[in-house]
């Protein structure tokens, strides 16, 4: 963060926001909503409140969400990152990018590996033009990888959390299901911890994607697979370099996902579907 402070200023901090603020709501929307179709589905298959859905059902649920949204984030990320790289990387720049220490969260990271490169000015439509549609989707299969565990691991953990949380505190439970509905600390402490637990163990396929993706930015660079990147990693750093990151990782995801799952809850509650 230091270097690339000294470098780009805070503004350097921001670079690749515009993708992100577009492709964030759509993003949460379909992951939010496909989740909640999926446990509804559930819920009477089984003759079953929502909330209480069985572990299975949740990941079930979880999953399908994650690979649903898929169509909203690989666009966002990939064009987030180019933006973040903001270079035309010669031969020796490549080299550069390829043997960096990876840092992420994915800016992190990005702005890291190409410390020694002069920045261009791009802006996020030349970078739409220039991949195209096809391009938009690349390591699609990577992103996949990260979204469809993490929601795996979150959606049904944060329900179980929030469970939790709201029996642990609520002092009056009542017999009545829409009386003992758990309240906004519940869902945002409940998700928050999941958050945390769901992004440190996705963090190993988060760089795999980011170095992949963010080493598409020239033609010339050399074709590079998830194996290819997550053995080079391996090699290099060994384990540890895979859950580079995981700290702002998880200070970032979890209180997004936190406040997500609570104004989702809070849309719930005043326009009930």
Known sequence: ?????????????????????VGITPEKAIKLAVNDSMRGYFSKKHNTDINHISLLDGMISGGVAGFCQVIATNPMEIVKIQLQIATQPTPQASGS?????????????????VAAVKPQNVTALEIVHRL?????????LATLLRDVPFSVIFFPLAAINTQLIHSTFNSKPS??????RPGFFSVFAGSLVSGVVA??????ADVI???????????????????????????????RG?????????????????????????QQRFFPV
Request: aromatic share 6%; proline share 5%.
């Open 209 to 239: 994607k980011t170095r992949l993706q963010a080493g598409w930015n020239s033609s010339s660079s050399p074709k590079q697979t998830i194996y290819s990147v997550g053995k080079s990693i391996l090699e290099t750093d060994g384990v």
């Open 1 to 21: 963060m230091k270097k690339i402070v000294a470098r780009d200023g805070f503004r350097g901090l921001y670079r690749g926001l515009l993708p992100n603020l």
């Open 175 to 180: 017999n009545n299901p829409a009386n003992d």
């Open 242 to 266: 895979l859950f580079k990151g995981a700290l702002p990782r998880a200070m970032t995801t979890a209180p997004l996902f936190g406040i997500a799952i609570m104004i989702y809850d809070l």
């Open 199 to 204: 992004a440190v163990a996705v963090t190993p």
């Open 97 to 113: 990018l390829a043997n960096s220490t990876l840092s992420n969260s994915s800016s992190m990271l990005v702005n890291q590996s």
């Open 132 to 140: 195209g549609l096809k391009g938009l989707y690349r390591g699609t």
